[in-house]
């Protein structure tokens, strides 16, 4: 394998997310979490507060690794009625910027737009990720991942039952 034949960092980093997406449109949700450090971390903010701080601020998402296998459980079951049947979404990846932070994690950001389906009617949620990677093996696990809605507010969108 020549040099022009490896990947670069952003290209792994890209497949990655992209892998994450499709688990995610899939509904594949367990695997979703597999994707998580054990001390991994997932932050949704408030449409209203996108800077807030889940430590003093009301927040849409605060899961560690323990809340996001319950999250995935009760999503896949029956009692997430908001969710059952499951939402049928698109995800869309894009403006990926990678940079090292040593200690083998990098800062990843990302900008994302989700199309929700559900009930006849169709919604897309707009926003950035923010992720810290942590390199696994080969691989990267999600040591944290902070997703922030460009919405105003989601009246017309409902609810965030569904993992953006």
Known sequence: MT????????ELVEDF????????????LDEWVGLFAEDGRYVVPTTDLPDGDPQRDLVFIDDDITR???????????????????????????NV???E????ELSVTANVMVYRFRGGE?????????YILRRSGGDFRIA???????L?????????????
């Open 97 to 99: 910027r990678v940079a």
């Open 152 to 164: 105003e507010a989601l009246s017309s969108h409902g609810a965030v039952s569904i993992i953006f």
């Open 17 to 28: 997310l992209f892998k994450e997406a499709d688990l995610l449109d899939s509904w594949r």
């Open 68 to 94: 996001l296998r319950a999250r995935a459980a009760r999503l896949n079951s029956r009692h997430a009625h908001r969710e059952y049947p499951s939402s049928r979404t698109r995800r869309f990846v894009t």
């Open 144 to 150: 944290y991942r902070r997703a922030v809605l460009d």
């Open 3 to 10: 040099t022009a034949d490896t990947p670069s960092l952003r």
């Open 101 to 104: 932070t040593g200690g083998g």
């Open 122 to 130: 169709g919604a897309p949620y707009v926003g950035s990720i923010h």
